[in-house]
C-alpha cells in the first residue's frame, strides 16, 4: 500500500539546480525512512541522501554533501532532494525509496545508503545535466 511518485526531473546546464519531489503515501506507522538513490547506464545503482521521518534526521553520502539536500514538505507530504551545481556526471536516473525504521537490523546510520533497506521504491525520474 505505500506509494512513492517522483517528479521534477529534467535537463539542466552543469552548474544548474534541480528540485526532484517524491510523494508519500500509504504509511501506517510513524518511523520511516526516505531516501534518494540514482543509476546511471553500465552503473550500479547509488545512494544518495536519506531522511527519517519522525525526527527529520538527515544522512548523505560524501559526493553529494554540500550539494544536494533532502527536506520534508509536511503540507504536501512530499520529500525534495534539492540538487545544487549539478554537473554531468549526476546525469542519471532517480529513485525515492522507502522502508519502516523497524525493518532494519543495524543503525540506520550504516544502511542508510544500502539499496537493500528499501523495500519501496518510486518509478524513477531523467535527470540529465548537458550543456
Known amino acids: 500500500q505505500v506509494q512513492l511518485v517522483e517528479s521534477g526531473g529534467g535537463l539542466v546546464q552543469p552548474g544548474g539546480s534541480l528540485r526532484l519531489s517524491c510523494a508519500a503515501s500509504?504509511?501506517?506507522?510513524?518511523?520511516?525512512?526516505i531516501a534518494w538513490f540514482r543509476q546511471a547506464p553500465g552503473k550500479e545503482r547509488e545512494g544518495l541522501s536519506a531522511i527519517l521521518s519522525s525526527d527529520g534526521s538527515t544522512y548523505y553520502v560524501p559526493s553529494v554533501k554540500g550539494r544536494f539536500t533532502i527536506s520534508r514538505d509536511n503540507a504536501e507530504n512530499t520529500y525534495h532532494l534539492q540538487m545544487n551545481s549539478l554537473e554531468p556526471e549526476d546525469t542519471a536516473v532517480y529513485y525515492c525509496?522507502?522502508?519502516?525504521?523497524?525493518?532494519?537490523?543495524?543503525?540506520?546510520?550504516?544502511?542508510?545508503?544500502?539499496?537493500?533497506?528499501?523495500?519501496?521504491w518510486g518509478q524513477g525520474a531523467q535527470v540529465t545535466v548537458s550543456s
Open positions: 525509496a522507502a522502508t519502516y525504521l523497524y525493518t532494519l537490523r543495524s543503525p540506520l546510520a550504516t544502511k542508510a545508503h544500502d539499496a537493500d533497506t528499501y523495500e519501496y
Open positions: 500509504g504509511f501506517t506507522l510513524n518511523h520511516y525512512v
